[in-house]
């Protein structure tokens, strides 16, 4: 399976540390876009991630563009985010998965929405609730992954 986690310019380091530590239990690639506001060694990353950090697969990005040009051809894109009618659970996740997140205070570029409505699933919460902290969404979609795939 190949099993990929993009971060676009996540803003804090312990979460992106959580996240690598969750690709590195199931084989996920991280992918990390930025710009971020810190440097991925940074020791608040790497202490998230504690004795796993060795075993993640990484990449990293300067920017978008750079991201998307180095995707292979019809990559299978789904994007998490708040507010879609289809819930991370309606979905069949195929082999050749890739989930992207936005930045914890913005979430994902209005532009890259637009251009994929049909490939936004959310994850459930009540009303009064603006979302999820970035490392457990993530966790929570891609242990669904795991799960139709019996990683």
Not at 17 to 39: D, K, M, Q, S, Y
Not at 67 to 81: D, G, H, I, K, R
Not at 85 to 103: K, R
Request: glycine content about 6%.
């Amino acid at each position: 399976m190949n099993f990929n986690i993009v971060l676009i310019t996540p803003e804090i380091p312990q979460n992106t540390g959580n996240i690598g530590r969750t690709c590195a239990a199931i084989g996920a690639r991280l992918h990390i876009v930025g710009p971020t506001p810190f440097e991925i060694t940074e020791k608040a990353a790497r202490r998230a991630g504690l004795d796993y950090w060795q075993h993640l697969d990484l990449m990293q990005y300067a920017s978008l563009d750079e991201f998307f040009s180095s995707l292979p051809p019809n990559a299978n894109l789904t994007l998490v985010e708040t507010g879609s009618n289809t819930l991370y659970t309606d979905i069949t996740y195929p082999e050749d998965t890739w989930l992207l997140f936005g930045c914890e205070t913005k979430g994902l570029p209005a532009e890259l929405l637009n251009a994929n409505k049909g490939r936004v699933v959310s994850i459930p919460t009540l009303p009064h609730i603006r979302s999820l902290n970035l490392s457990n969404a993530v966790a929570i979609v891609a242990f669904e992954v795991v799960r139709q795939h019996e990683l």
